[in-house]
């Protein structure tokens, strides 16, 4: 198979470019001055050699598929209608059911220190009502004692002001750990030590919401919604403790849990301001549990309970008798050209059936394809009858492929070798260099040769889309039933590409007409490839008659 076509341009060595006037005495023509676009030029040239390169080299690998089998096709049985299976992995995750912190207005530390010698340390809760605004918020010690004893113990409550909010009072023999509420919401408690009159602490409150945890600050200090108590303790990630203190970071602990055996994966998103684990396998097998939860963390990051999604695998993975498309099978067996298949519904998977077909013959193929959604048993040897007989298990019934014997059409011709994979990298690189060549250069002789290429292409692909019945979305842009498009348009990004899953089926079920579009029936140029190399003869054979004679390319080239 060959292109046709005049020679490359690196090749024309004929070609003259003047540096002055063209044409007769009478007649001197335009001035034309190479100097400003000279680089641009010999660039797209490049582009042009590169493209015709990938071009013939995409030619040579598909120049052999026509000496295929023409006497017989393949014979093949094929569901009648789509499984529509879900062949996507889930995996399980666990995630935060609302916001971390929902509440509407802040306040930190919740351990604050005395400026004093006072020992019996304060801790604050509840709720702050944001009556103070955003502001911060003195408790002085107006009477001290020992917390417990007879001695009653009050606190004076100001502002940043200095404005009297309230007055704490913690009652004669009051135990450690009891709590006073302040007219504004917040709660004071105190642990065993002693209080000294005069002792003073601060705290800031806000009436708006933070933006999220601070990840890096100790737990006790990290903005979580205030009524959660943290302390020293454990839980236990599919069955793997995971130690908590108070003086951790949420970030100690992120990364406790990622590089534990759990198999686990933790983040904080501080944007949506939700806590989610992850389970490492994809798939049913991999699990998100948490159990036996003693520092309080699980339930301050909104995960008891949270919003749990179950890990699931692809169902062409799944045992036949967890996939509804296949409740009717039954453990037993079925014959596909003499040879048993043996199925067990609870243990094997679609693929497992499907491999075994193919392991038990080396000229059958069995596979589902994602795009139709349907299962095909395929003989690999042209003219071979395919029988599917004996079913027992009700397997060939699920799959919509009936029992008996599936002729070839002799009418169709095999192709031996047709690889979509390579193919389709060889439409890649092509791709690349019409974006290259496509591109603006921002110079006008360089540009106006890759205009013309670009109105040859689209003239080529429009009389040959047409002939093949295929019609354009737009004036410059084609997509055929294999997938393949075009952009030709002058804001396009991407000049050529394909739908993978379409190229792929094309090249699985109708070879022909995929090797037809690519590289014509009869001729090379009734195929893309020879519309391409035919669009670039049309630029190149021109380049003489526009730039006449003096001055090679070869030296602009050079």
Known sequence: MQLAGVQSVANLSYLRFSTGRTGSSADPGPVRDLSLDRVALQDLFRDFDRLRGDLGRLDRTLGGLR?????????????????????????????????????TTSFGPTQPSYEGSSTAGPTIGGLYDGSSGT???????????????ATPIEFELRDGEGTLIDVLSFDPFAAAGTTVTASNGLELSLAAGTVFAGD?????VSNTTPQGLSTDAQLVDAGFEPGFVLEAGSFDLNGVTISVDPTDSLNDVIDRINSSAAGVS?????????FR?????????????????????IAALRLDPGQAVVGMDDQRRKALNQVTAFFGVNAGTFKVNGQLIAVDPAVD??????????????????????????????????????????????????????????????????????????????????????????????????????????????????????????????WAGFETPSGIQFDLSRDATRSLGFDLDKFRLEARQNPDAL????????????????????????????????????????????
């Not at 006497?71 to 916001?99: M, N």
């Not at 408790?139 to 020992?146: K, Y």
Request: glycine share 14%; proline share 1%; hydrophobic share 35%.
């Open 277 to 297: 684990l992850s389970a490492d396998e994809v798939g049913a097998q991999g699990q998100v549990a948490i159990e036996n939860d003693s520092s309080g963390l």
């Open 135 to 149: 502001s911060t918020l003195t408790f002085t010690a107006t009477q001290g004692g020992i917390v417990g004893l």
């Open 67 to 103: 000496r295929g089998h023409r006497g017989g096709g393949l014979a093949t049985a094929r569901s009648g209608l789509a499984l529509d299976l879900d062949t996507t992995d889930q995996r399980a995750t666990l995630t935060s059911s609302e916001e971390v912190n929902g509440s």
């Open 349 to 474: 998977s679609l693929e497992d059936v499907l491999g075994r077909i193919e392991s038990s013959a080396s000229d059958l193929t069995a596979s589902y394809d994602q795009a139709s959604g349907r299962v095909a048993i395929e003989s690999t040897t042209p003219g071979k009858t395919l029988a599917l007989d004996d079913d027992t298990s009700g397997f060939l019934a699920a799959i919509l492929v009936g029992e008996g014997r599936r002729e070839t059409d002799p009418g169709v011709r095999h192709l031996r070798g047709l690889d979509s994979a390579e193919i389709g990298r060889g439409l890649a690189r092509i791709g690349l260099r019409l974006d290259e060549i496509m591109g603006s250069r921002g110079v006008v002789n360089a540009d106006l040769e890759s205009g013309r290429f670009r109105t040859a292409l689209i003239t080529g692909l429009g009389q040959l889309f047409e002939n093949e019945g295929i019609t354009s979305r737009s």
């Open 266 to 274: 933790a983040v904080y998103d501080d944007q949506a301001d939700v």
């Open 200 to 204: 003073r602490f601060s705290i800031s």
């Open 515 to 558: 090797l037809d579009l690519l590289v014509g029936r009869d001729a090379p140029e009734e195929g893309i490839l020879g519309v391409l190399g035919k669009a670039l003869d049309q630029v190149e054979s021109g380049l003489a008659d526009r730039y006449g004679e003096g001055g090679s390319l070869l030296d602009l080239l050079a």
